[in-house]
């Protein structure tokens, strides 16, 4: 039973084999404590024993003449400001009063089988009503006549909760909800590193581990999306958790848009830890009748450190967030013509291109920037999403079936959300543009954001591709966005309501997705924004793979990669071979080098290929092979970290099949060193009791000396060359060997 209720006590345990969240209802007060949330505790009648109070002189109280009953120092749920808590609260709601102050009171629970689906937001979900349980906790304000449900849902088979929360005005008034948080919790100590991914356009996810402090950090967007700068994500380990060891709570928002996840540690070393919507520029009109949903925060615990971690999240997106054909499918080797051609083609250079890609056994070909409109560079034709017949003369319908003649399937890419005032929709609809009036209108890229909250604006964009998606062979689709949202303000919405519109946002982003998936169910999505400027859990939603970066250098690649796998599973990042010099970096690397890195995600080729010699093209004819053998692997497999390429000048990473009789290890070796010591990678995740094959040793290996002795690396491993230089790698295959 995952889920016990102690009705005489009102206490609730939820519960499976790996972990326990518990909380209760506080006598008198009828709010919900919070109690544990850990590695699984045996279940009893009743844990009220692990309420802690403190009585202090200078505290305010609830209760007159009980000196206890201050909130400050209390484990809370769901917390509120004001009512003698003085830290950041879990929601804030101002009454036509102007009052802030909430007192929401239980009432009562309702048990679920299964997971309840969020209208218009993406969330996990299951396939059958016994993978989870979901626990409804209801409370009310008699004040504001508000209802609030607190929902928890519990995973039968593996350490994951999820929570959301749920405002309904059941008043005559309208109230105005200024923050709405998916999800707190209150640690009883503040022994704990945070740890986060950072970054910047070209450097995403850098893995950022750093002691907690008194008082409060935290990482955020207020970009209209969930940005280069910080992943929407936040864990807490404990200093002496490892990779492979040690508690480690993860938090992780399924959302794209404003975001704020935060750590608060109080004066009594308590630490609350909030996930939700930024409540900067939020603020959320609830007329009588009107009900408010809270994106979804997806908890995970670990006693197997952070790669423990990080593999609950990697099968649950990969399983249970993920939708569609392509979740269970494995992905085509891709080539994209961006960094080939730039805006720079016509369908001659496209054909040619496509005709050795064909060549070199790559599956998919997908046509970048640049098909539609007048667009010969990035200050035209956003919007007009109309073949440019110049280039094109038979359009994209006769490019694709042409593509597909070759023996190749087509993609296309698409910038939906973004415009240029040189566009025919622009010049029809200025107004359609977020931008405040009477002020300047700032632009990115020579272009201007689409409003979203508008389903006016999603239905014509909805239209406008289905013309051009339906009438051709289209098996893939590349969804970019290349800004940020800046003067936020929609002409759609009263001032009252100008609070809305990021949301609203990012909801209508949402539906033209929801639209296109329904239209065309077969279609491969990627998300792309500006490389990892959206990659977030909201969007695998939609679109099974995300471009992880628009920096293609195989060394940068190894962080931004290596910080993304902390959170997100192989199958949803995309990961391409490009030139050399690096277009991003003017960095030089080995080609096979390029593939190694780039075999750990979803794999293609973004370069010329037919300037490349012939040494090349046969080299590419062998990794295209490679990767088609082991993409099952990759794909579905569970994914180690062995080494971080944040603490020296090298990196180790592997995957393991599920039945453990074949691994993929990537070891890399940034720099070369004269006179290098030995060296040596344990591997993880293996049969310790099973014999296996090796690439590159003579004898068979028992699975516990690979991971315990390791696999003992020279520099004649890394390279064919006599000196390995600089950029070295090597895969090694493992294979158990026959019973």
């Known amino acids: 039973m995952p889920v016990f209720v102690n009705e005489k006590t009102k206490e609730f345990h939820l519960t499976n084999d790996a972990v326990s969240y518990i909380f ?12 544990y949330y850990g590695k699984k505790i045996r279940h009893r009648p009743s844990f009220r024993h692990l309420t802690e109070r403190k009585k202090h002189g200078a505290s305010a109280n609830r209760l007159e003449g009980n000196h206890t009953s201050s909130l400050e120092y209390i484990k809370q749920e769901y917390p509120s400001y004001g009512t003698t808590d003085f830290r950041y609260p879990a929601f804030e709601i101002r009454d036509t009063i102007g009052s802030r102050i909430a007192d929401f009171r239980y009432q009562g629970y309702q048990l679920k089988k299964g997971k309840p689906t969020l209208k218009g937001l993406p969330a996990v979900y299951v396939e059958d009503d016994n993978e989870a349980d979901t626990l ?25 909760l999820t929570r959301h929360a749920v405002f309904t005005n059941r008043g005559r008034r309208h109230v105005y909800l200024n923050e709405a948080m998916s999800a707190s919790v209150d640690f009883p100590d503040d022994h704990f590193e945070m740890v986060t ?6 450097r995403e996810n850098h893995v950022q581990v750093k002691p907690l402090a008194k008082g409060v950090q935290s ?15 936040l864990a807490l380990k404990r200093p002496e958790a490892t990779e492979r060891s040690g508690e480690v709570y993860g938090f992780s928002f399924v959302y794209s848009g404003n975001f704020l996840a935060r750590a608060e540690v109080d004066n009594f070393q308590v630490t609350r830890v909030m996930m939700g919507i930024n409540p900067f520029q939020f603020r959320w009109k609830l007329n009588p009748g009107e009900t408010f949903v809270t994106p979804e925060c997806v908890m995970v615990y670990s006693d197997q450190g952070l790669n423990g971690m990080s593999q609950t999240y990697h099968h649950l997106y990969r399983e249970r967030l993920v939708r569609g054909v392509w979740r269970d499918k494995t992905r085509p080797v891709l080539f994209n013509s961006w960094e080939a051609t730039y805006f720079k083609f016509d369908e001659e250079k496209i054909l040619t291109l496509a005709k050795e890609a064909k060549n070199l056994g790559i599956e998919l070909f997908v046509l970048d920037d640049g098909w539609f409109g007048n667009r010969n560079n990035d200050k035209s034709s956003l919007g007009d999403w109309t073949a440019n017949l110049e280039k094109l003369p038979e359009g994209i319908k006769g490019l694709s079936e042409k593509i597909e003649a070759l023996g190749m399937k087509f993609g296309l890419w698409f910038e939906p959300e973004m415009v240029n005032k040189d566009s025919d929709l622009y010049r029809r609809h200025p107004d359609w543009v977020i931008a405040t009036p009477n002020r300047p209108m700032s632009h990115g890229r020579n272009q201007y ?8 604006v999603v239905e014509t964009l909805f239209q406008a591709m289905c013309e051009t998606i339906g009438s051709s062979k289209i098996s893939y689709m590349k969804w970019d966005m290349n800004r940020n949202i800046t003067e936020v303000f929609s002409r759609a919405w009263p001032k009252n309501q100008q609070g809305e ?7 209508g982003v949402y539906k033209l997705y929801e639209k296109l998936i329904e239209h065309f169910p077969a279609i491969l999505f990627e998300s792309c924004a500006s490389g990892g400027g959206r990659f977030d859990p909201g969007m695998l939603y939609y679109a099974p793979q995300t471009w992880a970066s628009d920096d293609t250098d195989a060394a940068e690649r190894l962080k931004i990669q290596y910080g993304t796998s902390f959170v997100y599973p192989l199958s949803s990042i995309g990961s391409h071979v490009s030139a050399v010099p690096n277009h991003q970096a003017g960095r030089i690397t080995p080609l096979h080098t390029r593939a190694n890195v780039a075999y750990f995600g979803t794999f293609g080729y973004e370069l010329d290929i037919t300037l490349l010699s012939k040494d090349e093209k046969a080299v590419i004819r062998k990794q295209t092979a490679f990767f088609k053998e082991k993409r099952a692997l990759i794909q579905f497999g569970r994914f180690y970290r062995l080494e971080s390429p944040f603490e020296s000048g090298q990196a180790a990473w592997m995957v393991v099949s599920a039945d453990q009789k074949e691994a993929l290890a990537g070891c890399y070796q940034m720099y070369a060193r004269p006179n290098a010591p030995f060296s040596r990678i344990r591997l993880q995740g293996l049969d310790a009791g099973r014999l296996y094959q090796v690439d590159g040793y003579q004898e068979t290996v028992y699975g516990d000396e690979l991971m ?32």
């Not at 991914?197 to 070209?202: K, N, P, S, T, V």
């Not at 990482?219 to 992943?231: L, T």
């Not at 519109?501 to 909801?507: E, K, N, P, S």
Request: glycine content about 4%; some cysteine; aromatic content about 12%.
């Open 501 to 507: 519109v990021f949301h609203r946002y990012i909801l």
């Open 449 to 456: 954001v689409l409003d979203f909250s508008r389903d006016e």
């Open 197 to 202: 991914l950072h970054g910047a356009w070209a």
């Open 24 to 35: 209760c209802v506080m006598d008198h007060l009828w709010q919900l404590e919070h109690l």
């Open 219 to 233: 990482v955020s967007s207020a970009r209209g999306a969930s940005s280069h700068q910080f992943n929407p994500f």
């Open 136 to 160: 409804e906790i209801y409370l009310f304000d008699h004040v504001l006549e508000m209802q609030l449900i607190l929902s928890y849902t519990i995973y039968a088979g593996c350490n994951v």
């Open 708 to 739: 315990h002795a390791g696999l003992l690396l020279t520099e004649s491993m890394l390279s064919s060359k006599k000196r390995p230089g600089d950029y070295a790698s090597r895969l090694f295959s493992i294979r158990a060997v026959p019973d």
